[in-house]
C-alpha cells in the first residue's frame, strides 16, 4: 500500500490543515481525509485529492460573505441573493443581471471561482470573425450551433464552441497541448499521458480486445479482433500515429474494415456519425451504381430512414426508392387488373399489413387475397389444384372450402354443392 503523504501545515488557497482525519466508510475500513482551517475562521474536512490536486481552495462559506448587492463580475451585476432548497437544507443564490438586460440566478462560487461573467445569451450573439484566442484565428461562423470555423497557428482548421473560445478553454487545434507533451516528454523521458483521452482510448482498446473480463469483449476479442504488437506494447507508438494521423479531441478511432484488428493500416480518425455508418449491423442499398447505407442514403435524400426501410422491404422498385414522400404507391397486378395495395384491401375485405406482408414475402395473385396464408393444395380426380383455384371453378367461396378441409373432406365431398347453391344455379338457367 502506498504511505500516506503528511500534508499536515501546509497551505492550500485559504485552508491551512490542522491534522488527519479518520472518516468511517462501512464495513469497519475507515478513510483519510485532513482537517482545515479557511482563512475566515470556519473548519472543513477534505479530502486528500482535492487540496493537492487545486480543487479545494476555501471552506466555500466565505465566498459568499464576499458578495455584496450593486457588486459587479464581468457583464453582471448582483442585485439582490435567493434561498433555493435543495433536499433537506437550503443553497444562496445571487441573482444578477447581465449588460444586455437578462436575469440570471448564478451561484456564488462560480461568479468567484471559475468568473461567469454574463448571462451567456449575449455571449452566444457576439460576432468572433477576425478575432484571435492564443493560437486559433476566427475565420467564419461553421453554421453549427454556437460553434465557428478557426485557423491555428500550425495551419489545421477547426470548429470550436463560442464557449471555449471566450472562456479559454480552447487555445489551440490541439497542437498546444501536444507540444507541451513533446517537452515533457524530452526532459523526463516518460509520455505523463495517463487519464488522458488519447491514453483512455489506447487502454480501451486494449481491453476490449484482449481483456475477458471487459464488457465488450465479445464483440471485439472473442470475434478474433486483435490490437497489433507494434501498439499493443507502447503506448508512444499509438500515440506517434495518432498525432501523423489527424486526431482531434472530438474525433473517435475507428476501423475502416469491422471485421479487421486495430492497427495503423486499418484505422483512421472519424466522426461519431461517420463511426456509426461503420458498424457490422449496417445495410448496404446500391441504387443508380451508388452503395451506401440506409442512413447515408437518408441524409442525402432527406427522406427519412424508416420511410426507406419500409419501401425496401415492401419489394419497392429500385427507380422509385428515392422517390419524394406521399408520391409513390405499389401497384399489384393481379390477372388483368392493376391496384394498390388500399384498393386492393378495399375490393377484398382484407387489411392492407396482411396484403402488404405477403407481397414482400414473394406471394403474388390471387393467394395475396386468400384467408389463409399458407397455399393448400388437394387433389379431385386426378387433377390437383389450390384450394383457391377450385373456388374459382365451382364457384364455391374460398372460406366454405376451407372450412371443410378442415373437417376432413376430400375428393368430391370438398367441392359438392350445396342445396342452396343449387337452386341458386338452377334459377340462374331458368
Known sequence: MRKL??????RFGKLTVLNAVRVPIGDGKFRTKWNCMCDCGKQKVVDGSSLTSGKTKTCNGCLQVDISIGQQFGKLTVIKSVKI????SYRT???CRCEC?????????ILQKRGSHSCGKCMKSQNLTGRRFERLLVLENAKEDGYWKCVCDCGTTSTVHYTSLLRGTTKSCGCFAIDLLKERNKASGTHHMTNTRLHNIWDTMKARCHRQNSKDYKNYGARGITVCEEWRNKFENFYQWAIDNGYE?????DRKDVNGNYEPTNCR???TKEQGNNTRYNRYITINGETNTIAEWSQITGIGPKALRYRIESGWDEKDLLLPVGVHKVYITVGNETKTIKEWSREKGISDTVISKRYKSGIRGEDLFAYNRKIILVEIDGVTKSLSDWSKETGIRLTTLLQRYNKGKRGKDLIAQTKKQTIEQLAWDL
Open 5 to 10: 503523504r503528511d500534508i499536515t501545515g501546509e
Open 249 to 253: 479531441e472530438y474525433l473517435t478511432l
Open 269 to 271: 480518425w472519424a466522426t
Open 85 to 88: 432548497h435543495e433536499k433537506n
Open 93 to 95: 443564490m445571487w441573482e
Open 101 to 109: 438586460g437578462n436575469i440570471r440566478l448564478v451561484r456564488g462560487t
